[in-house]
């Protein structure tokens, strides 16, 4: 590491202990209350940067693809391949209790409701089924189906502070609405492309959902193209009266919009309502309300997009915030970078206790951590022999859980005796090929690569990996082939 690195490093950390000495200064002084001294210390680069495996928590049996805290944070939930789902006491490393989940293939998303003593359980999953698992006094499982997609159904969405109500979304583009005390599905509407640029797809693939926390009525969901499209519950008219099909708004980046070689896989709301989108073979962004589209976006190219976004933007941003009125260029999103996201569904979420922190997993088997202010990259962790998809934060400790293409869930907690430094070489990083194909390969995610290595191959920037992705092009499909053969669906 040069002079320069070393100096940055240093300053970071005097700057570190300073802001921590000022801290205790104004708490003993009684001008920063216990509560606020608390949250400023979890939200601490500090502690960020000494985060360390505190646990391995090894049993299921194939990939874990989610992994989510209750709303106290003392128990983890995890689904896996292996079609099971467990909860676990994180803190001693314990299974508080292990079931099949009743699905016949690969468990996407598990999630407890609040308020149910953390005996509700909702499931989603490579099925497309919909499950609700309910845990008995006697300490046994009864699990019911509640609704199904045709394709795989990613994520769910649980309506903040709801016991009751939750959304789903699958790779039919449909959208779903439950509500556990009627056990009920409604099929609020299909999402499909804003044009026929895409003559191929006749539905948007979601592959993501999230519920603003601070506005329950409002939800977001993407998937197979370059738009996050944002939907206002209140305009549906639950007796079915009225096509409810149309978002109140859509977000993507200027450069983005008319690209049909990218997909999102994932998306979050932070606590001030701002929206991180996650793209397949590109970046994240981070969107803040004005910076949306409106919620008829005219179709464009992307070398006519600048111009075009920021008309459109200034327009909606006028309309939402008079002060802005005058405002002609449109406010370009936060961009992170340095990951890769290529092959699997990834997510990407918010860390700290008022989401400071940006964290995603990548293809190179590392999780991510940005400053959500500025973008900038100040951690890289070795996660995962192969893939890092999943990262969920404590709700109230700084303390994350991460799965991948493993076996098993890790937790990191801020124990490590030293500050790490950010490797020199993170633009050398790629991902730890074809060994884990097997696992995730499917017709979908063979369309995801393509497009991913087709970007790759027809990108100015990386002419030099031309060659490179054309073998890899070769492999992948090969691979798909030789699994497609000899796949089997016997239960693990």
Not at 99 to 124: E, L, W, Y
Not at 131 to 141: K, M, P, T
């Amino acid at each position: 590491m040069d002079d320069a690195s070393n100096n940055n490093n240093n300053k970071r950390a005097r700057t570190s202990v300073d802001k921590a000495l000022v801290d205790v200064w104004l708490r003993e002084l009684g001008q920063l209350s216990t509560r606020n001294f608390a949250l400023r210390r979890r939200a601490s680069e500090d502690l960020v940067l000494r985060l360390g495996i505190y646990a391995k928590l090894d049993k299921h049996r194939g990939c874990v693809n989610t992994v989510s805290f209750n709303a106290d944070g003392d128990i983890l939930i995890s689904g896996s391949d292996d079609r099971r789902v467990i909860l676990w006491d994180w803190k001693t490393e314990r299974v508080k209790l292990s079931f099949h989940s009743g699905h016949n293939d690969n468990v996407f998303q598990a999630k407890i409701m609040p308020f149910t003593d953390d005996r509700s359980i909702v499931t989603c999953a490579a099925d497309g089924q919909v499950r609700h698992a309910q845990i008995l006094e006697s300490g046994g499982v009864e699990t019911k189906l509640l609704g199904k997609h045709q394709g795989r159904a990613h994520k769910l969405a649980i309506e903040p502070g709801s016991p009751h109500v939750f959304y789903t979304c699958g790779e039919d583009g449909l959208v779903q609405h439950f509500d556990l005390r009627t056990g009920a599905a409604t099929e609020l509407f299909t999402c499909r492309p804003i044009d026929d640029r895409r003559n191929y797809m006749t539905v948007v693939n979601l592959n993501a959902i999230a519920i603003d926390p601070r506005n329950a009525n409002l939800f977001a969901v993407a998937g197979s193209d370059e738009y996050t499209r944002l939907y206002d519950i209140r305009k549906y008219k639950w007796d079915g009266s009225t096509d409810f099909g149309q978002p109140a708004d859509y977000f993507c980046p200027p450069n983005l919009i008319g690209d049909e070689q990218v997909g999102i896989t994932g998306l979050a709301f932070s606590d001030q309502s701002e929206l991180l989108v996650s793209y397949n073979d590109e970046f994240i962004y981070l969107f803040t309300q004005d910076m949306g589209l409106g919620p008829n976006p005219p179709p464009s190219s992307p070398v006519s997009t600048r111009s075009e976004a920021s008309e459109m933007g200034s327009d909606h941003t006028s309309a939402a915030s008079p002060s802005t009125a005058n405002t002609d260029v449109r406010i370009a999103p936060q961009v992170y970078k340095g990951h890769r996201n290529c092959v699997t569904v990834k997510g990407v979420n918010f860390f700290g206790p008022k989401c400071e922190y940006v964290v995603s997993g990548s293809d190179c088997g590392r999780i991510f951590i940005w400053k959500k202010k500025g973008g900038e990259l100040i951690r890289v962790i070795e996660a995962d022999r192969h893939v890092v998809n999943c990262i969920e934060p404590h709700p109230h400790s700084t303390v994350l859980a991460s799965s991948g293409i493993e076996s098993d869930i890790k937790i990191w907690t801020p124990n490590a005796a030293d500050r790490a430094t950010l490797p020199t070489n993170i633009e050398q990083f790629k991902p730890k090929a074809n060994r884990w194909m097997h696992h995730v390969l499917s017709p979908e995610d063979l369309m995801m690569q393509l497009f991913s290595l087709q970007r790759r191959r027809t990108s100015p920037e990386h002419n030099d990996e031309n060659s490179a992705a054309g073998r890899e092009l070769l492999q992948l499909i090969l691979t798909f082939n030789a699994n497609s053969d000899g796949s089997s669906d016997d239960d693990p």
